[in-house]
T-cell receptor, first 113, second 114 residues
Framework: AQSVTQLDSHVSVSEGTPVLLRCNYS??????LFWYVQHPNKGLQLLLK??????LVKGINGFEAEFKKSETSFHLTKPSAHMSDAAEYFC???????????FGKGTHLIIQP | SAVISQKPSRDICQRGTSLTIQCQVD?????MFWYRQQPGQSLTLIAT?????????ESGFVIDKFPISRPNLTFSTLTVSNMSPEDSSIYLC???????????FGEGSRLTVL
């Protein structure tokens, strides 16, 4: 069985400052990991994914994440926050095969002007 | 990626009634899933919609309450039966290909039960 823990339910940063959203995972397998973003009243959009290739993964909108097996972490970062980044962010893990994804509880990102 | 259309996008329903949500994909996909997102919460997997056979339900979800059909590789329906206010949620269809890992999501169907 696999699970993810998003360590912060809310993160607030000022526009132009770095963003760090934390995610730890647990998996019996070599996991695939994902970050999704959900803007208000919208579905989920895939930001980036890790599937056992490069440990530093670059995604859309300037986001990136680093897979650290020793720390069982997959934290999401962005060098400079933009007002449009305000949204809910979900970390997810897949055990592979034909199973669905298991999602964390989400982190609400607030961008202060 | 796939383009996923869900209908209805939102609805307000009366207690005790049933509602069927449709999910149409613009390409053939091997995997289709239905998720529930309760207000302010994360996503919970309801079931895997298997083409040509019965859906596979997660713990806590049963076929009588959430019957699912998947007649082909591009279409699925989820019915929420005998609704109560606790069923007020966003229901999301998601699709993917075996081996690819990531899932793509529709915009969701926002259901309010009075």
């Amino acid at each position: 069985a696999q699970s993810v823990t998003q360590l912060d339910s809310h993160v607030s940063v000022s526009e132009g400052t770095p963003v760090l959203l934390r995610c730890n995972y647990s998996s019996s397998y070599s996991p695939s990991l994902f970050w999704y973003v959900q803007h208000p009243n919208k579905g989920l959009q895939l930001l980036l994914k890790y599937t056992s290739a490069a440990t530093l993964v670059k995604g859309i909108n300037g986001f990136e994440a680093e897979f650290k097996k020793s720390e069982t972490s997959f934290h999401l970062t962005k060098p400079s926050a933009h007002m449009s980044d305000a949204a809910e962010y979900f970390c997810a893990v897949s055990g592979g095969g034909a199973d669905g994804l298991t999602f964390g509880k989400g982190t609400h990102l607030i961008i202060q002007p | 990626s796939a383009v996923i259309s869900q209908k209805p996008s939102r609805d307000i329903c009366q207690r005790g009634t049933s509602l069927t949500i449709q999910c149409q994909v613009d390409s053939q996909v091997t995997m289709m899933f239905w998720y529930r997102q309760q207000p302010g919460q994360s996503l919970t997997l309801i079931a895997t919609a298997n083409q040509g056979s019965e859906a596979t339900y997660e713990s806590g979800f049963v076929i009588d309450k959430f019957p699912i059909s998947r007649p082909n590789l591009t279409f699925s329906t989820l019915t929420v039966s005998n609704m109560s206010p606790e069923d007020s949620s966003i229901y999301l269809c998601s699709v993917g290909q075996v081996g690819a890992g990531e899932l793509f999501f529709g915009e969701g169907s926002r259901l309010t039960v009075l």
